[in-house]
């Protein structure tokens, strides 16, 4: 699959996930949200995913691999997420990580996909005892997203 073909799909994939939220959670409100982010967010899925969850997140991603999804978010990031602001464009922050129970492991080679491909952190939390602090640590980052408006 080429690069136009995958930003073809691409699109198609944010234009039918836009019609979807905007029929069903707008209702006279202010939304915000990102395709983009969803996207990559279920690709980054797609790679420690296997069997029909895997092809069910194909399919929706309009992707023949997750290694195919893996190599286009991976341009896609480096594209979006590039520093333009020396020559007067924009400089994006995208902030996704992984969350994982203390009490589980996740493959080392998923890690590395999660770091180097989708630029996200992976994070061991105790889910069982310290979920208010993990609570507070999601708030904290909404706060500080808020705060960049």
Known sequence: MDLRESIGNQTDVALSLSKQILLTESNNSDLVFSPLSIEVLLSLIASG????????????????????????????????LADGSASGGPRLKFAN?????????????????????????TNQVDFQTKLLMFQVDANSLNLFQRSLE
Do not use: N
Request: charged letters at 15%; zero cysteines.
């Open 49 to 80: 995913s296997k069997g029909s969850t895997l092809e069910q997140l194909l399919s929706f991603l309009k992707s023949k691999s997750s290694d195919h999804l893996s190599s286009f978010s991976s341009q896609l990031l480096a594209v979006v």
């Open 97 to 121: 990580g992984v969350w994982v129970d203390s009490s589980l492991s996740l493959k080392p080679s998923f890690k590395q996909v999660v770091g180097s491909t989708y630029k996200a952190a």
